[in-house]
């Protein structure tokens, strides 16, 4: 058998641990272990419990040696934009914030007056969104100056982890793009909009790209597994890792990552930030290779994964596409990427009101609610496309649907209906697979991206969707 590699891909909701090696020119993956995660309400904060996230990663690593699978090489990728502060003897300071916590609640406006919001958009090429970590850092400023104040480094969550790891502290780009404190020209830091917007500059590493090793595993860490790797910083934004794994994009490299989040866009060389770019909300997060994702942000799975929580997960979510399908003519839509579905104390009761507050027929039944969810979600795709077409310039004949999403056949044939392309569905554990092909090409077992993209092609089953002409959903 040959090298083996870790991909860990921890997303908002859960994490597992890939295991990828090569063999007769594919791509063999195998999962050896996977957790539950999400956001731990304390005090009326919404926070990551990051020691339990380190306990998950270490008992999946011990998964390895039962296995007798040792790993050259291991990399950490999860979601975008949270952070921790470490004080001067690298021990963590006050809480770790969720992206969905209301801290942010009106710190825009706190950074709008140190720049307006249309110069940093053109600065930086990232959207608004308010849980962007340069809002969460001034949250911090103003509303903990103290934590800020005793900070000597910044870290995103899964550099963290990866320090806890191998006792090196060393910064990701792609994730780091997605605080909306880096240039895009120069790739780094933009320290002047640090300094403009009153945080300390100091406390931010220069930034590597994946590939980067970060060190072999502490000797205590070593001591409990059972082995030493490398640890290796792959495309740690879990999006960029997805794009990473779309198969042979051509020209079309038209993508939805479907999870947690649907990300949507397309890969560019150059950022888009003019002022059409600002007013569609789409960003230019950095991707492998210096490539940047020009994309949207869509509530994705996120609603249904709430329904299905507050229904105490009684229904799987084949069960909740099937019964969607069965309830297909039931007519109301809702705006998918409104701010109310964000963190709403009830995600079921939130789409009922928003029905009934704009005169539709109110869902009743779990399909009904399902149904709603997954024909406003492909209204916003087939939005979101006429909005890239019209930004670009360019056609697309095809939509890549990457990540666990891409197993809802439901909503994959409704998204080939509201976009009018051609759907192409797969792989489903895109972001690991991205993961662990930063891995392979740093270690030389695949040659580069593009080859890496035609292996991945090879490798994993893509399932074709086309519109039905006769059902087009109306934009």
């Excluded at 079309?252 to 397309?266: F, Q």
Aim: aromatic share 8%; glycine share 8%; net charge negative.
């Amino acid at each position: 058998m040959g090298k083996y590699y870790l991909a860990v891909d921890i997303g908002a909701s859960s994490g597992r641990h890939m295991l990828f090696h090569m063999s007769d020119g594919k791509i063999r993956m195998e999962e050896i272990y996977r957790f539950e995660n999400g956001m731990v309400s304390k005090d009326g904060k919404l926070l990551w419990d990051t020691d339990k996230l380190f306990r998950e990663i270490v008992s999946g690593m011990k998964e390895c040696k039962k296995l007798g699978k040792i790993p050259v090489s291991m990399a950490i990728d999860t979601w975008a934009v949270d952070y921790v502060l470490l004080d001067e003897n690298d021990r963590l300071l006050g809480d770790t914030y969720g992206y969905r916590d209301h801290r942010t609640t009106g710190m825009d406006e706190e950074v709008y007056k140190c720049i307006p919001e249309k110069e940093l958009y053109s600065r930086t090429g990232i959207q608004k969104a308010i849980f962007n970590t340069i809002y969460q850092l001034t949250a911090d400023r103003i509303k903990r100056p103290d934590v800020l104040r005793s900070a000597k480094t910044f870290l995103m969550i899964p550099d963290y982890l990866n320090f806890l790891l191998t006792g090196n502290k060393a910064s990701e780009y792609t994730n780091a793009t997605t605080t909306q404190l880096v240039d895009p020209e120069t790739k780094k830091w933009d320290k002047e909009l640090i300094r403009k917007l009153g945080l300390p500059r100091d406390i931010f590493l220069d930034l590597q790209l994946p590939g980067n090793e970060v060190g072999k595993l502490r000797d205590e860490i070593k001591e409990e597994v059972g082995f030493d790797c490398s640890v290796i910083q792959c495309a740690s934004h879990d999006t960029a890792s997805a794009v990473m794994s779309m198969p042979d994009p051509g020209d079309d490299g038209l993508y939805i990552s479907s999870g947690t989040w649907s990300l949507m866009g397309v890969e560019t060389k150059k950022v888009l930030s003019r002022e059409c770019d600002r007013e569609k909300n789409f960003t230019n997060e950095g991707g492998y290779d210096y490539r940047f994702r020009y994309l949207k942000n869509i509530m994705g799975l996120w609603m249904i994964q709430s329904v299905r929580h507050e229904a105490d997960d009684q229904l799987s979510f084949a069960e909740y596409a099937s019964l969607a399908k069965e309830a297909d003519s039931f007519p109301s839509l809702v705006d998918a990427n409104d701010d109310r579905f964000l963190s709403p104390e009830n995600m079921t009761e939130e789409i009922k009101r928003a029905c009934k507050e704009s005169g539709q027929e109110v869902p009743q039944t779990p399909g009904e609610i399902a149904a709603v969810i997954y024909k406003s979600l492909a209204k916003c795709y087939g939005n979101t496309v006429k909005e890239i077409i019209s930004n670009t310039g360019a056609d697309y004949k095809a939509v890549h649907i990457i990540g666990g999403g891409c197993k809802n056949r439901y909503l994959n044939q409704l998204t080939a209906d509201a976009t009018g392309l051609k759907v192409l569905a797969g792989p489903s554990e895109a972001t690991a697979i991205g993961n662990a092909m930063a891995l392979m090409i740093r270690e030389g077992e695949l040659k580069d991206l593009s080859g890496a993209r035609n292996v991945v092609r090879d490798s994993f089953e893509i399932e074709e969707f086309n519109p039905n002409s006769r059902r087009i959903i109306k934009c």
